[in-house]
């Protein structure tokens, strides 16, 4: 079968755009077209060897975006707010304009956004009904009532999907959906001091500013991003969604971790002043901080009642691929946890179209001490 449409994926090097990507690959009546800054890196040479076209581009040049936009059915957006975060050049601007490199990433990647959506509009109508589909978070400035004004990884992504959108490019509003994505399994890595320090009695210990019994959403993005953009592109536009495989406490959390890797575990709340300092980078505390606390009160979803879930997804859908979310991968043992919590907790959500896969849950692993990683939640 020959393609008839084309997706268009920024991101495609990345988690959620690969992820998007290999979802697509399978489905013959797409074309998959992917974004890069670098098409000669070995993960875009990895992934024109599938079949992908890769095309460069750069999220800071709108002409370049609307070049490899033209003609899309399916325009795929992510940005990226940690890359100037951490970049010592970003920084030394940061400090140049006198201002913090949390307000400066900001400023990039609302720009970037801004960029996006003008070079989408440019080809709105190629686009399906659905045709812009993008990766976002809850505005915290607003949902918080003002008590969050500095959450700028959150931010940065809302004033564009879909504040900017909805106020420029109405035409291009009524085929976007915005889809949210809740805490990246993978991200224990990032602050692996506050995920698993511990406690004085030698076990283990997580820690963050998120009340203990606040449900936030867990996500395995590599595994379930593509299956989520999937499903929702079969959705009516419009609509707003949260992917996430499952949804518990923290302290939920390291009970099941504890159970699957048969060591103590436990979760503590903290202060934000105390996450901070447990953290090597000031700045990066303070961001992630922040987004601990926001996730009791409002909650991580801003307190957004009228999101769509994978369940809701599922009920709008007469697809028989319906299974569980948690699939293991890799050397992530965090899926296994969350392999036991679909089999065991009740109200537990999964995610829509997850491809079958082995499940072989990882047996006592240690939790990784290294140092956080330059990657970013
Ligand atoms: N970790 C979590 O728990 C969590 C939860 C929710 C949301 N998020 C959000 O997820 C986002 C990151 O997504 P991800 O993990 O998929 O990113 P990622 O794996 O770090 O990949 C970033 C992608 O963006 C592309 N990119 C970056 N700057 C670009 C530019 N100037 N022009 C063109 N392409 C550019 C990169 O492409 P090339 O390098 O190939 O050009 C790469 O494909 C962040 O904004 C974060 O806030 C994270």
Not at 337 to 357: D, I, K, M, N, R
């Amino acid at each position: 079968m020959h393609p008839t449409k084309t997706i268009c994926i920024v991101g495609v090097t990345g988690n959620q755009g690969g992820s998007v990507a290999q979802r697509f690959l399978q489905d013959p009546t797409y074309h998959v077209r992917g974004l890069t800054r670098d098409p000669s890196s070995t993960k875009a040479q990895e992934l024109a060897a599938q079949g992908i076209e890769i095309v460069q581009a750069n999220l800071d040049d709108t002409s370049s975006l609307k070049s490899a936009f033209a003609g899309a059915n399916i325009i795929f957006s992510v940005t990226n707010y940690w890359e100037p975060f951490f970049r010592a050049d970003c920084r030394q601007n940061a400090a140049e304009l006198g201002i913090s490199c949390r307000k400066y990433a900001y400023d990039v990647e609302y720009q970037q956004g801004k960029n996006i959506a003008d070079a989408a509009a440019a080809t709105a109508e190629t686009l399906d009904e659905n045709g812009f589909i993008v990766s976002t978070l809850s505005q915290a400035g607003r949902c918080s009532g003002g008590k969050f004004e500095e959450l700028y990884h959150f931010d940065a992504k809302a004033d564009v999907f879909p504040s900017y959108v909805q106020s420029n490019y109405p035409e291009l509003a009524r085929k976007m959906s915005c889809v949210q994505t809740g805490y990246f399994m993978s991200s224990y890595k990032l602050v692996p001091d506050a995920y698993f320090g511990r406690a004085d009695d030698g076990s283990f210990e997580m820690a963050f500013p998120t009340a203990p019994d606040a449900a936030v959403p867990h996500f395995n993005v590599n595994a379930d991003m593509g299956n989520f953009v999937y499903a929702v592109a079969k959705m009516p536009p419009g609509k707003s969604y949260m992917a996430e495989g499952t949804t518990c406490s923290w302290t939920e959390y390291m009970r099941l971790w504890s159970k699957v890797n048969s060591v103590p575990a436990s979760y503590r709340q903290i202060t934000l002043e105390e996450l901070i300092d447990r953290t090597p980078d000031a700045e990066f505390g303070r961001e992630v901080g922040d987004m601990f606390a926001y996730s009791t009160e409002p909650g991580y979803d801003g307190g957004d009642r009228e999101l769509l879930h994978a369940a809701d997804i599922r009920k709008a859908s007469s697809s028989p691929h319906r299974t569980h979310t948690a699939t293991p991968h890799g050397a992530n043992h965090w899926n296994s946890p969350f392999e036991a919590s679909t089999l065991t907790s009740s109200g537990t959500t999964t995610a829509p179209y997850t491809s079958p896969q082995p499940t072989t849950p990882e047996s006592s692993t240690t939790p990784s001490t290294s140092k956080p990683a330059k990657q970013a939640p």
